[in-house]
């Protein structure tokens, strides 16, 4: 007898939303490539999201819980800045930044992901300049700045085509890390 197939819960449909959103970008976010994808019909989809839009709402607010609140959470374990700063960097260059980039396009083309893109950026500028404060090492308006400069550094590695292939952005950015004392 053939097992019965596992029931998707609305966090499976989001994972797997992040996951087709990486090999495939927007167009893996569709109903259809979902449902595909997933094995599932799309009345399961629809019994978790009413429309497309709501989906793709959910999916970029998980999108913020797994690639900034917890790795805020876990940077927060440490107790000085600096250690802080170290656990984020080390959890923020191994995140999938296909995800970063799927993300970015769907906000070129959807409102609620766009504010949810924008909030998230706010976000993690805030936290870096933050923990830049608290080193101790820089005033607000330095801290605000470099916090600025380093998660654009950040964000535009994923963006961009360097020619460095990834080995070779994140060994850039840990340079700009270094020259902004942190290594």
């Not at 799309?42 to 913020?64: D, I």
């Not at 690639?67 to 440490?78: K, M, P």
């Not at 250690?83 to 930044?97: C, E």
Request: aromatic share 8%; with cysteine.
């Amino acid at each position: 007898m053939k097992a019965a197939a596992r029931r998707f819960s609305q966090k499976d449909w989001l994972d797997l939303g992040l996951e087709a959103l990486a090999e495939a970008g927007p167009a893996g976010v569709t109903i259809e490539a979902l449902c595909r994808r997933g094995g599932k019909t799309k009345g399961s989809f629809y019994a978790h999201f009413v429309t497309s839009e709501a989906y793709l709402s959910a999916l970029a607010e998980h999108w913020r819980e797994a690639y900034t609140r917890r790795l805020v959470e876990a940077a927060d374990t440490g107790e000085h800045p600096d250690a802080r700063l170290s656990v984020l960097d080390q959890m923020a260059l191994r995140l999938d930044s296909r995800v970063e980039q799927g993300m970015r396009r769907l906000a070129a083309n959807d409102t609620a992901v766009r504010r949810v893109c924008i909030e998230v950026d706010r976000e993690r500028i805030a936290y870096l300049a933050g923990l830049h404060r608290a080193s101790g090492r820089f005033d607000d308006k330095n801290a605000l700045a470099l916090a600025r400069l380093e998660y654009a550094a950040f964000i535009g590695f994923q963006q961009i085509d360097t020619g460095a292939g990834n080995a070779g952005a994140a060994e850039s950015y840990r340079l700009l890390l270094k020259l902004a004392g942190r290594t």
